[in-house]
């Protein structure tokens, strides 16, 4: 059906290149993933951020595949949950940013601050589509 995102494109299984390779396959769930523009070519890209540093993006395409099967890898700092990350039009061109809010550090079991850097309280990061 028009519309429609194929279940084994989400949970990152099926024909996904990287599958063939990978040891142990990422979790589905509890995963940054968001669909939407943030390329400016009219069609819905594929964002997920199943990794601490890195969100890759499936960018989307005409035809039945609906997205590239090559993800392009973004290295950035995730916030920790999937309710801190934002696809939003900033400012206002038809194209979709990003917005991420970093709410609190994580923290180790003996207190001190963990990776990723970059990630202090109430810090927002903005990625501005071009």
Do not use: C
Request: proline content about 8%.
């Amino acid at each position: 059906e028009p519309g429609w995102v194929p279940l084994d494109v989400v949970l990152r299984g099926a024909t996904h290149e990287r599958r063939k390779t990978q040891q142990s396959y990422p979790r589905a769930f509890n995963t940054t993933l968001h669909i939407g523009d943030v390329t400016g070519d009219g069609y819905s890209d594929l964002l997920i951020a199943d990794h601490p540093r890195i969100m890759v993006v499936f960018v989307g395409v005409p035809g039945p595949e609906i997205f590239a099967r090559q993800p392009q890898q973004v290295k950035v700092a995730i916030p920790n949950d999937e309710e801190y990350t934002w696809i939003v039009d900033l400012n206002k061109d038809g194209i979709q940013d990003i917005l991420m809010h970093y709410p609190f550090t994580l923290r180790d079991a003996h207190g001190a601050q963990k990776l990723p850097a970059g990630t202090e309280p109430n810090r927002v990061r903005l990625m501005i589509a071009r």
